[in-house]
């Protein structure tokens, strides 16, 4: 019975959120009446006030006492499943793009740095296995091959960065991620500089250097921005 009213409180929070960002709900106004919205979402008042809530906690939904709650301008959203629904609107997507980005070079560098002092050879051999893996989906042209062992690659350096709090703070950004990787490794000529980057990030782990690892990652993020803006965004 809990399960299936968090599930419907989930609906609410999604349902409400796809208003917003197709511009149904507009933000700086208020609410529109509490029993339009819970018939509208085919819930009853008690879920609805429920996903409210929870979105009032992400900065979504802003409470104004003694009258309907007022819509958020996105800029003052604070919550990440938010922020990365938006994201992933059609309106939003090239800017996304840039910010996801932007936000792996710091997450991505710096776990690359804290990973190779401390990874093991468990560690580098898995690192081994998932390029190997992202060779033979590239030959045969397996993207979502290609998508899941890129992936996997860079959760085995968050993994050897032995940070729990790293790990985390990114694991809500996977579903973005991998769209993300998606749109890019369709492209063949992405996919090869990406294999000559991870190829380079696997030399530097291997030293042990962190200087090493955290360059040879720096690097795989300025080509990936290179290759995004080029074959993707056509700048």
């Not at 709900?25 to 009446?33: D, H, R």
């Not at 990365?84 to 932007?102: I, M, P, T």
Request: net charge negative.
């Amino acid at each position: 019975m809990k399960s299936e009213r968090v599930t419907r409180t989930q609906a609410v929070v999604d349902g409400l959120l796809d208003e917003i960002i197709a511009g149904r709900l507009v933000a700086g106004e208020p609410l529109p009446p509490e029993g339009e919205l819970a018939d509208g979402l085919g819930v009853s008042r008690l879920t609805l006030r429920e996903g409210v809530r929870l979105l009032q906690a992400q900065g979504v939904i802003v409470p104004v006492p003694g009258s309907r709650h007022r819509i958020a301008p996105v800029d003052e959203w604070t919550g990440l499943e938010a922020v990365v629904r938006y994201s992933r609107s059609g309106g939003a997507r090239r800017r996304a793009a840039l910010d996801l980005l932007d936000m792996r070079v710091m997450f991505e560098t710096g776990a690359a740095e804290l990973a190779a002092p401390r990874c093991t050879d468990e560690h580098l051999r898995a690192l081994k296995e998932t390029l190997e893996r992202m060779h033979a989906a590239h030959a045969n042209g397996d993207v979502p091959g290609f998508v899941e062992a890129d992936l996997a690659f860079h959760d085995v350096i968050f993994q050897a960065a032995d940070n729990r709090i790293l790990v985390a703070s990114v694991r809500p950004l996977t579903a973005l991620l991998q769209e993300s990787r998606s749109e890019t490794s369709a492209v063949f000529e992405i996919r090869e500089h990406a294999l000559a980057e991870h190829a380079a990030v696997l030399a530097a782990m291997r030293t042990r250097s962190a200087e090493g690892a955290r360059e040879a990652m720096a690097s795989h993020m300025r080509q990936t921005r290179a290759d995004l803006l080029h074959y993707v965004q056509g700048a």
